[in-house]
Every structure is written in structure tokens, then in C-alpha cells.
């Protein structure tokens, strides 16, 4: 549908003011409101994540990608919310407890939520029960942690730990990542996944929401 | 006294998108150059560079550098210090402002703005420490003589130097008194600041060319473009 392509277009050049008219003309043509979210706001993330990934364009124009879908989830929320249809899941997601650095986590956030998905950002400073208590009120499928420093990172394994010690590991799903943080330490701690940046914990997050029963 | 002018702290445009993953050689859209302007105006309006240096003794600092006693076993600074002229222990901020801004830009949705002030702010409080480093150079003695002095800072959290050190650091040197503190994690606040120690002395004392446990895990070897490892 042509519609849905120019959706598409105008996310992926940053058009936060052009998106949503083209989101209304959409409802207005009939379309149902999962489809509009998926072949033209999430396919036109997933486009700007795959040239991101590659180096094709840099953070900025993913950012203003994103507020661009933002805008166009605004006008599409009643009717999906109307029509019962459900995110791709929730994810947990905040700097851990003595953390105050909060940019890469809030930048994560931002492409979980242009990847479909519904987000609950604990902010930062977060203890390892609170990211628990967290994922289990809001029913989520994956908890991501952030951390700069390498002595803050102990926090992810209580995290994890707790969650083995509740028998959740199967339920939620954990991934890390920051600066002091690798591949290594996320097997060492038993965490699910690692994402080196924000394109890559998104794919990670996708990994383990379908994985999740 | 240390003058850190706007000017010299702002980064080029081109370092602020290499921070953002733009690829060497590649343009950014004319959206994201339009937004850096922005943010460089941000920058301007929203700074308020500070910054605090004073000099130490060896042994005083020897102390300083011990902290909790949590370093790693070896460490660089540790055989760099002690063959030093002159030693300064150093803090900055761009203060509060900027950091709030930089919030109230995210919570707006306008992260794409406030990516790019994130990493202008980032830039130039590195960029403070050259503007030091700089500094201490020109008053060494022995710069006027042979011009062979540099001058480079470390900071607790690299290099071996353990963040906790930060406790002795500002127990002695008192940043407080520009707006900085510490919190349980030894974390600034506000936190576009910088803190560490002035190492002033002839070029050859910087350079190593061990390579230590810690240098494994490091994201941002920043020796190497300092020109502190010695090729073998």
C-alpha cells in the first residue's frame, strides 16, 4: 500500500511533522491500525536500524527516526489500544543501583520503543530487587541493564541472581550492556544476552522476547 | 588560575560525530548538521566552565594515589608519578546546567538534540583536560629551557587507577567548593566534570610499553592517541 510506504519514507528522513497526517490519511483510507504499525512505522525503523547498523547514517538520524515514529505512535495508540492489540512485549530497562550515567540506556529505550515494544525505564540508580519487582508487576519478558562503571557492574549478577533464586530465569530474560561490559562478562555473570550498542541490544531484545514462552 | 574560554572547550563538529558513530569520510543529513548547531548553541548558553588545580608533593600524592587500596596491582601512573617535576591534583565541571538541560531534552522526546549536547558536553570536558594539560606545560621551568616538558592528566577509573581513589582526591584537593561531589559510586555530580592528577615531566616518563591485565577490557585507549605506548 502506497500509503504505508510514504509512512515508511518520511519516518526514515526524521519528518516527525509529516508522519502523523500520513498516519491519520491511513486510518482514514481504512487500514487497520497493526498494520500501519508494522508495514509503515516499525518497517521504516527497521530500515533506519539496518543503515545504522551498517554505518550508513549515524545516532542523530536514528534519533530523529525515532521521535518521527513517536509522533506517528501517538495518533496510532487509541486505535491499537481500541483494536486490543498488544506491544511485542515489555522490557524492563535502567542503569543499575550508583549508576548515574544514563544516556546510552535512555538511547536504548528509544530504539526498543521504535522496534515495537513497550518500555519501562526504572531510570537510574536502580537496585537489583527493584529491576525484579519491575519486570514482575509489569509482566515483562526482558529485564536491560546499563553500566559505566566497573564497580557498579556487580549489580547485573544480583540481578540475575535474584532472578535464578525466584525460578524467573525462564520468564525474564536478562541482557547487559555498557562501556566496562563485554560478551565475556555477560556469560561469566549468567546474563541472556550482551549488546555492545544500542542497534545491537535491540536485536537482543528481540531474540529473547520470542524466546520467552 | 586556569581559563578554560568557551572557544577552546567546544568541540569540532567532526569530532562530535565520530563520538556518534559517523563514518570517516561519510556526511551527515542536512537535519543532524542543522541539530549539532543547535546543540552547539546549547552548549554556549548552557555551560559554566569551572575548574580547580592544585600542586602536590610526591609523598602527598603518593598517598592520594594508594586510595582504598583497591588499585590494580600494577599500574602505569604508578612508575610514571615518581619520575615527575611536577604534580597537580585538578577537577572541572561545565556545571549543572547543561546536564539538566540535557534531561529536560530527552524527556521531551527531543533525543536526538540531546544526544548530540550529550556529546558536545562530553567532548569539551575531555577537551578541559588538554586545556590543563596545556597550561601546567607553560609554567614549567623546564618547558622554557628544552621544551621537552608534557604534561598529561590520569584520572581515578582508567588505567588501573581505581575509582575509589576519588575519596583522597577530593578529600584533599575539595572540588566542592566549585560545585563537584561525590556519591556512594564515586561518581561526579554534575557529570560533565573531570578529575585526576597533572603529571608534569619530561615525554619519556608518560610512555610504556607494557601491556597490563586491565588493558584486555578497555574500550577507549586513549594511550595510544596520546602517544604514550612505545612501539616496540
Same mark, same amino acid.
Given at each position: ?11 526514515? @528522513? ?15 483510507? *481504512? ?54 492489540? +498488544?506491544?511485542?512485549?515489555?522490557? @524492563? ?20 520503543? *521504535? ?51 525466584? +525460578? ?33 541490544? @535491540? ?11 | ?29 542536512? !537535519? ?5 548547531? $543547535? ?47 611536577? #604534580? =597537580? ?6 556545571? %549543572?546546567? &547543561? ?16 544526544? #548530540? ?6 567532548? %569539551? ?12 606545560? !607553560? ?8 621544551? #621537552?616538558? !608534557? ?10 587507577? =581505581? ?10 584537593? $575539595?572540588?566542592?567548593?566549585?560545585? &563537584? ?16 592528577? #597533572? ?5 619519556? &616518563? =608518560? ?9 584486555? =577490557? ?7 592517541? !596520546? ?6
Amino acid at each position: 500500500m502506497e500509503i504505508l510506504k510514504k509512512i515508511a519514507q518520511c519516518l526514515e @528522513v526524521g519528518d516527525d511533522a509529516g508522519v502523523p497526517p500520513l498516519v491519520r490519511q491511513a486510518l482514514a483510507e *481504512g487500514i487497520v491500525a497493526k498494520t500501519i504499525l508494522d508495514d509503515g512505522l516499525i518497517a521504516g525503523m527497521n530500515m533506519i536500524g539496518e543503515k545504522f547498523r551498517v554505518h550508513e547514517i549515524f545516532l542523530p538520524d536514528v534519533l530523529l527516526a525515532a521521535k518521527a515514529m513517536y509522533a506517528g505512535m501517538d495518533v496510532l495508540k487509541p486505535h491499537l489500544l481500541s483494536a486490543g492489540v +498488544s506491544s511485542r512485549g515489555r522490557v @524492563v530497562i535502567g542503569s543499575v543501583q550508583g549508576d548515574l550515567h544514563d544516556i546510552g540506556k535512555n538511547l536504548v529505550g528509544i530504539m526498543l520503543k *521504535g522496534a515495537g515494544f513497550e518500555v519501562i525505564d526504572l531510570g537510574n540508580d536502580v537496585a537489583a530487587e527493584k529491576f525484579v519487582a519491575a519486570a514482575k508487576s509489569h509482566d515483562a519478558c526482558v529485564i536491560g541493564m546499563s553500566a559505566l562503571l566497573t564497580t557498579t557492574m556487580p549489580v547485573m549478577k544480583e540481578v540475575v541472581d535474584l532472578l535464578n533464586k525466584e +525460578s524467573l530465569s525462564g520468564k525474564i530474560k536478562t541482557i547487559i550492556g555498557g562501556a566496562p561490559v563485554s560478551q565475556n562478562y555477560a556469560g561469566e555473570i549468567g546474563a541472556d544476552a550482551y549488546g555492545y550498542d544500542c542497534a545491537q541490544a @535491540v536485536a537482543g531484545v528481540k531474540k529473547l522476547a520470542a524466546a520467552v514462552p | 588560575m586556569i581559563d578554560f574560554p568557551l572557544p577552546r572547550l567546544q568541540p569540532q563538529a567532526a569530532a562530535v560525530y565520530a563520538a556518534l558513530g559517523l563514518k570517516s569520510g561519510s556526511q551527515p543529513s542536512p !537535519r543532524a548538521s542543522a541539530l549539532l548547531q $543547535r546543540a552547539l548553541e546549547l552548549f554556549k548558553t548552557c555551560s559554566e566552565p569551572l575548574g580547580l588545580c592544585a600542586a602536590i608533593a610526591l609523598d602527598e600524592f603518593a598517598d592520594v594515589f594508594s586510595g582504598q587500596g583497591r588499585n590494580a596491582p600494577d599500574t602505569p601512573l604508578k612508575k610514571i608519578f615518581p619520575r615527575a617535576d611536577s #604534580l =597537580h591534583l585538578f577537577a572541572f565541571t561545565l556545571g %549543572a546546567r &547543561i546536564g539538566g538541560e540535557i534531561k529536560r531534552l530527552f524527556a521531551s522526546d527531543d533525543f536526538a538534540l540531546g544526544s #548530540l549536547l550529550d556529546a558536545v558536553a562530553s567532548l %569539551a570536558a575531555d577537551q578541559a583536560g588538554r586545556v590543563a594539560e596545556e597550561w601546567l606545560e !607553560r609554567q614549567s621551568p623546564e618547558q622554557k629551557k628544552n621544551a #621537552l616538558t !608534557r604534561a598529561l592528566l590520569y584520572s581515578p577509573g582508567y588505567c588501573g587507577w =581505581h575509582i575509589s581513589g576519588q575519596e583522597k582526591l577530593f578529600a584533599r584537593l $575539595r572540588p566542592g567548593k566549585i560545585g &563537584i561531589t561525590l556519591n556512594e559510586s564515586f561518581l561526579m555530580n554534575p557529570l560533565k566534570s573531570i578529575s585526576g592528577v #597533572l603529571v608534569a615531566g619530561p615525554a619519556v &616518563i =608518560h610512555q610504556f610499553s607494557e601491556v597490563y591485565p586491565f588493558c584486555d =577490557h578497555c574500550k577507549s585507549p586513549t594511550c595510544r592517541e !596520546r602517544g604514550m605506548v612505545r612501539s616496540a
